[in-house]
């Protein structure tokens, strides 16, 4: 019982709706890339803008990801932006 990592790193630049697909679409290339990867055993972890990523991906695909942590979220992008400006 191992641990297998694959990092999707998202510009953001290409919208959200795309950058869950790229997840997803990573997490099914390595489990049928990888056999020892339990399908059942595939969880999701993402920090700032991750996170929000993780919350989109846990709710658009439930039975893909079966463990998931969003660490610091920004699930309030309005109200971020309108505190914090463009950056």
Do not use: C, M
């Not at 997803?24 to 489990?31: E, R």
């Amino acid at each position: 019982a191992g641990v297998a990592k694959q990092r999707v790193e998202d510009s953001g630049q290409a919208g959200l709706g795309a950058e869950v697909d790229d997840v997803v679409t990573a997490a099914s290339v390595v489990i049928g890339k990888y056999p020892a990867v339990d399908p059942a055993r595939v969880g999701f972890i993402g920090w700032s803008h991750g996170g929000l990523i993780t919350l989109l991906a846990i709710f658009r695909y439930p039975t893909t990801f079966h463990a998931a942590a969003a660490l610091v979220p920004v699930t309030n992008l309005f109200h971020r932006l309108a505190r914090k400006g463009v950056e």
